[in-house]
């Protein structure tokens, strides 16, 4: 069950006004209605996914009333490493919380990277060798994207979202249900196309801009509600619940539109549906995690409450939690 979350947004507010600013060929009119995005926060240099992990694990360590001792793996989502490949930022965060023999590694599935980090952690606990596992969403993608692309530089954003999972042996709380999907035949729609081994940067590669975000963003927008509709579907019934007893639905916030579609499939109304990328833009990995802890530390979730947790992104990757809040 979920014993601890916390999240950290960096200081700077970059509103859609910037990219006016800037020179690109945009407006603040078409980037709220396209995207429902009017602001997102952009990490200081020399920063990194490890400083936004390591202040939204603390938050989540106060939270669940435990000390960083008391891990016993951490986790970390991330698309935007602090160092490309190696040390892992799961690695620098465990050094930074100071919980020196804690097993730590990175897991890459993009904007899905937080559900597929949960069902492996989930799977962890199924072993009496783990008890707390830190499951940390974190990226800075502004330090991939091409601030001068229109098409993509208005909808990231950056920040870090934790949760600390503990082993229970009741079946009436915490996940419920964890599914994994990917389907690489639509790898190219959204991708970063150089920049790694198969082509390594360099001059060419930097002057080509190609080592950046490249995406179909309307291939995104078809596969995003057509993958996820029918896997909340699958998720639903094989826990004999319908979408009536869902209390929250908190999708990846890639765009608002996305979200508006998935639920008005499901008929699920406005009020179950947990949006804050108005103010922070698509955080990635770190997004369900970011409006799930955003939401607690305002309106608060109750015990008993049904959330179903849904992300999707570039792979293409898509998966589905179900939690039992406690
Ligand atoms: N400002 C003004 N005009 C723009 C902008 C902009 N920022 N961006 C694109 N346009 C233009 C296009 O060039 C196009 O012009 P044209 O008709 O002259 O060619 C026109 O607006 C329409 O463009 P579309 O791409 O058709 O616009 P669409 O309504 O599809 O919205 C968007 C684009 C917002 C990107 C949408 O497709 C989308 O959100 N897709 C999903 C993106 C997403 O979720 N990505 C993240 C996935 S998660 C992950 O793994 C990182």
């Known amino acids: 069950k979920i014993t601890g979350i916390g999240h950290y947004t960096p200081e700077t507010i970059i509103t859609n006004h910037y990219f006016i ?16 995005i009017h602001q997102r926060r952009f990490n200081k240099p020399n920063s990194g996914s490890s400083e ?25 989502a991330t698309s935007t490493p602090d160092h490309l490949s190696f040390p892992s930022t799961a690695c620098i965060l465990q050094e930074k919380l100071n919980c020196k023999n804690t097993p730590a590694f990175d897991l890459s599935a993009a904007c899905s990277g937080f559900c597929f980090a949960l069902s492996t952690a989930e799977n962890y ?18 330090s991939i994207t091409n601030l001068n692309d229109r098409k993509t530089a ?28 990917s389907n690489g035949t639509h790898k190219d729609i959204l991708k970063i196309p150089e920049g790694g081994s198969k082509s ?28 996820t509709v029918p896997a909340i579907k699958e998720a639903l019934n094989s826990v004999n619940l319908s979408t009536n007893d869902i ?54 979730f109750k015990k008993g409450d049904i959330l179903v947790l849904v992300g999707f992104g570039a792979g293409f990757t898509w998966g589905v939690n179900i939690v039992i809040w406690e």
Not at 57 to 70: G, H, I, Q, T, V
Not at 207 to 220: C, L, T
Request: glycine content about 6%; some cysteine.
């Open 21 to 36: 600013e800037k020179g690109l060929d945009t407006s603040n009119d078409w980037i709220v209605e396209r995207t429902g």
């Open 52 to 76: 936004l992990s390591h202040k939204a694990s603390l938050k989540c360590l106060d939270n669940a009333k435990l000390s960083p001792e008391d891990l016993d793996l951490i986790i970390v």
């Open 125 to 142: 606990l199924l072993n009496d060798n783990y008890k707390h596992i830190l499951v940390v969403g974190v990226d800075c993608l502004s």
């Open 154 to 181: 208005i909808l990231f954003g950056d920040g870090a979202g934790a949760v600390i999972l503990t082993k229970t042996n009741s079946k009436n709380s915490g996940i419920i249900y964890s599914k994994m999907y």
């Open 200 to 227: 390594p940067i360099n001059p060419e590669v930097t002057k080509n801009e190609s080592h950046y975000i490249h995406m179909d963003g309307k291939a995104v927008f078809k596969s995003a509600i057509n993958t």
């Open 247 to 300: 209390s929250y639905l908190i999708c990846h916030q890639a765009n608002k539109r996305i979200i508006d579609n998935i639920a008005l499939k499901l008929k699920i109304p406005n009020e179950k549906v947990i949006i804050n990328l108005d103010k922070y833009g698509n955080t990635s990995a770190a997004s369900i995690p970011l409006a799930m802890s955003e939401f607690n530390d305002t309106i608060g």
